[in-house]
């Protein structure tokens, strides 16, 4: 096995560990408030501020990734992380509390690494699930979640937090000799790379999609052990596996939601994630039984994992160049979607006495989410015509990267005899007259691989078999981040004209 394809598994466990750490606070609350007196507010304090630093932290950490390798960044980061670990395990005081999770929050910093690194190993159409592969390091919260109860209950929370340390130093050893010594690096400023991007509209609703998807994922995980214990009075390991259950089912929708991004229209899938999470938040608003409770936390984790593996399969397509800076600051926006949500929970629960009005909100924002991306999905398919109508008027074919055709106009239609039905999914050469050869189409692509166009005489074959002369232009059409998408084949007959009728 290479150097290179060891990197998603490498760097998949690194995730797992970096998230074992951040939500050890979180994980742990039931025991740890037992021996530190904390008050509700307080107690909501400590199990965010892991997120806050974690999330903020994602913006430089996936520019330094790009400047230094994902092998530099998950060894010093592991390095990093004993020190809150310790303090954590001698904590007696709020304060103590506040100190080491804040610097736990690296742990949740590292998501941006491998956002970041593992792209460059892969061509486009398999990012999406290459990047669920990766996502499928929210395991982390579980095993956390799952196993930091079972064993506090045998040896103490304190000695349990120690344990975290052995794991942090064989990540850090495996990472320095395992990581990609070679990895492809970035040098542009970082002021410079904000700013390439911040003014692309596409970034902040990408940033609001995952703010919902994966803030609400680490929400849930952060909150539901405690709020299981305290609302339905569940023991404390029972409400750790509940939890943990909701963290496996989240995390194996991540891949999944990559997958299906990669093979349909990831525009429709956020549409049905949104339209999920609207019904899941009407649905916990009123304060179900615990059945019902467990119904509408599933179907959160349902469409929040998938959204998530998704969601990075839109990014690329709009920053290949500044994939770094984009990963860093979507994956922080989603990081800050877990840190308020507990609070205005806690908030709303002292005004009113309970959470519906906090679930409702959710379904609102989800609501809100599903109207942005119905337009977004609409805006990209006019787009793509607004782009066809200004550079033609005549005989158009739209193909894909992958040579098959996309879409077809009617003088299409008109001109070859072809529906477009009949058509679509197909490739150009059911057009072929067998009148060029293989060395024709190969300068035809080279010229417009390297200049973006081409433009000739070139005969072609109709449906009813006559073939015709035609004048033909090829250009590539680019997306916002200037990668090609889609070829625009733009003719017309001109058999009259040269006289071969």
């Known amino acids: 096995m290479t150097i290179k394809k060891i990197q998603l598994p490498l760097q998949t466990v690194s995730l ?37 630093f974690g999330s903020v932290m994602r913006v430089p950490v996936g520019y330094w990734t790009n400047r230094y390798g994902a092998r530099k960044l998950f060894a010093i980061s592991f390095i990093l992380l004993f020190a809150p670990i310790y303090w954590v395990s001698q904590a007696d005081s709020f304060g103590d509390l506040i100190m080491g999770g804040f610097f736990l929050g690296i742990g949740g910093a590292v998501f941006s690494v491998g956002v970041t690194s ?16 990766y996502g499928i390091g929210n395991l982390g919260t579980a095993l956390s979640t799952f196993g930091a109860p079972v064993i506090a209950n045998q040896i103490g929370w304190s000695k349990t937090v120690l344990l975290y340390s052995v794991l942090l130093v064989v990540m850090a050893v495996l990472n320095f000799f395992a990581g990609d010594r070679k990895e492809p690096r970035v040098q542009t400023a970082l002021v410079e790379q904000v700013k390439s991007v911040s003014g692309n509209s596409k970034l902040w609703l990408l940033c609001l999609f995952y703010f919902l998807t994966f803030g609400s994922f680490v929400a849930f ?29 989240a995390t194996a929708m991540r891949p999944i939601g990559g997958y299906l991004g990669d093979k349909f229209n990831p525009f429709k ?26 119904v509408g ?75 942005l991306i119905v337009w977004m999905f609409y805006q990209e398919k006019l787009g793509l015509s607004a782009k066809i109508i200004e550079n033609t008027v005549e005989g158009i074919m739209v193909t894909d990267t992958t040579g098959k055709i996309h ?48 433009q000739g005489e070139i005969w072609n074959r109709k449906k009813n078999g006559d073939v015709y002369l035609e004048w033909l232009t090829i250009s590539a059409v680019k997306n916002d981040a200037g990668d090609v998408v889609y070829y625009s084949g733009m003719f017309s007959d001109i058999t009259k004209q040269r006289g071969f009728i």
């Open 297 to 371: 936390c599933l179907t959160i984790a349902f469409c929040a994992g998938t959204g998530n593996g998704t969601i990075f399969k839109l990014v690329p397509m709009y920053f290949t160049k500044q994939a770094g800076i984009a990963n860093g600051i979507i994956s922080a926006m989603g990081g800050l979607g877990g840190f308020f949500p507990p609070l205005l929970l806690t908030f709303l629960f002292k005004l009113t006495g309970h959470y519906a009005i906090g679930f409702m909100a959710l379904s609102q924002f989800a609501l809100a989410s599903l109207i």
């Open 221 to 249: 995980t952060v909150y539901l052990p405690n709020f299981l214990v305290s609302s339905f009075h569940l023991s404390k390991v029972d409400a750790g596996m509940r939890t943990g259950g909701f963290i496996v089912l």
């Open 407 to 454: 879409s077809v106009n009617a003088a299409f239609t008109e001109l070859t005899g072809y529906e477009a039905k009949e058509v679509v999914g197909m490739t150009p050469s059911i057009l072929k007259s067998g009148k060029q050869d293989r060395g024709f189409y190969d300068t035809m692509w080279d010229t417009i691989r390297s200049q973006g166009f081409w």
């Open 16 to 52: 797992v560990l970096g998230f074992m750490v951040w939500v050890i606070l979180s994980s742990l609350m039931p025991f740890i408030k037992e021996s530190i007196k904390l008050t509700p507010s307080q107690l909501t304090w400590v199990t965010a501020i892991p997120i806050l």
């Open 269 to 294: 899938i956020l549409m049905f994630v949104f339209a999920g999470l609207t019904v899941a938040g009407i649905l916990l608003s009123f304060a179900p039984t615990m059945t019902w409770y467990t």
């Open 118 to 133: 593992l792209p460059k190993y892969y061509p486009k159409e398999r990012h999406g699930f290459v990047n669920g592969i």
